[in-house]
């Protein structure tokens, strides 16, 4: 009999990836939500106690990932009361010890006290999440790496031409919809200070909210400085107003020698993940534990002579190290391996289920 597993949110490429082939070991895939058209995230329905009651027989194990960031410490309990009361068995995974899209982490924090508390199995992707999971709240967090993040047709060596690498160097900043825990405006101001006599190019990819409907003033200066920079020699900015096909994310990384990760907080990246399945260099800050997902050069900190020089230093490594590249062989082998380690967490659980 297979066992049926609501992830949540459950329309999310990490949790295809990780669910892709499943049944083959007994899993099946129960959907949170039914199918809708591309739009603005909202929660999961299964996030509240009356789907879970609604839905009692026909889910043996909610998945929890992320997304519950709008749940009160009172009503996360209410939640994890109506799985126990229903029967059904909690798996969680810890994508996000701190929380990309809060300033702040108390209540993240708490809300993740409450889940691993309450979780049959508790998961994460690398050890040093592992380590601090266990010496936040005491749970052993077992280690399932991160899958593929881009689809597995665009996993591996690019099929265009390879650039010319006498081109100018070319980096890559993806700042999307600006989330608290980017130092966009840093990262802008690092770039712009890049010495005059050396040519890079710098590509901007940001979501048109951020200058159309600005949610603060940070965002109202990240339009700014973005627009203004726009018309600078070696700035191409890319404004977009909706979801980018995942072959856009490809030909923005095939194009560039480097991909620019200023975090300020944080815990795992999915660019980490699409960076290695196309072989681009990641510049990430050192900090959370995305140097545990693949190996990294370092984003600097600051903006003064000594961060230019950092940087100036990372993106030449960038363009001289021999790539880091997935092959489509070894995502799919890892794929597999994913798949199986969550079907005999969900066995565990269901099997010995205690609330």
Do not use: K
């Amino acid at each position: 009999m297979s066992l049926r597993v609501c992830h949540v949110p459950g329309d999310h490429p990490y949790v295809r990836h990780v669910m892709t082939g499943i049944g083959e070991w007994g899993v099946q895939h129960v959907a949170d939500r039914e199918p809708r058209p591309a739009q603005g995230w909202s929660p999961s329905p299964a996030l509240s106690p009356e789907w879970v009651r609604a839905h009692a027989d026909d889910v043996d194990v909610i998945h929890l990932h992320f997304g519950y960031e709008h749940l009160s410490d009172a009503e996360m309990r209410c939640w994890i009361r109506a799985l126990a009361d229903s029967g059904i068995a909690l798996v969680v995974t810890v994508h996000d010890i701190d929380n990309p899209h809060l300033r702040t982490q108390d209540r993240h924090h708490a809300l993740l006290a409450d889940v691993t508390d309450a979780a049959g199995e508790v998961l994460t992707l690398t050890p040093g999440a592992a380590t601090e999971i266990r010496r936040r709240w005491g749970r052993h967090a077992t280690v399932v790496p991160h899958p593929h993040q881009l689809p597995l047709h665009l996993v591996g060596p690019s099929r265009d031409p390879v650039r010319d690498d006498d081109a100018d160097p070319r980096i890559l900043l993806p700042v999307r919809a600006a989330r608290a825990n980017l130092h966009v405006l840093q990262a802008l101001e690092l770039l712009e200070r890049w010495p005059a006599d050396r040519p890079l190019v710098r590509t901007v990819v940001l979501d048109l909210a951020v200058v159309q409907a600005p949610r603060d003033e940070r965002d109202r200066q990240i339009a700014r400085e973005v627009c203004r920079l726009s018309q600078q020699p070696g700035w191409r900015v890319e404004a977009l107003q909706r979801r980018v096909p995942e072959e856009q994310v490809r030909a923005w990384l095939d194009d560039a020698d480097a991909l620019a990760l200023p975090y300020a907080w944080g815990s795992h990246s999915g660019w980490v993940e699409a960076a290695y399945d196309t072989g681009t260099a990641v510049l990430a800050s050192d900090r959370g534990y995305w140097h545990q997902q693949h190996r990294l050069l370092h984003w600097p900190e600051g903006t003064d002579d000594r961060a230019v020089d950092e940087l100036v230093t990372a993106v030449g490594l960038a363009r001289s190290q021999e790539r880091r590249q997935a092959t489509e062989g070894e995502r799919r082998s890892q794929q597999r391996d994913i798949a199986a380690s969550h079907a005999r967490c969900y066995r565990r659980v269901v099997q010995g289920v205690a609330w």
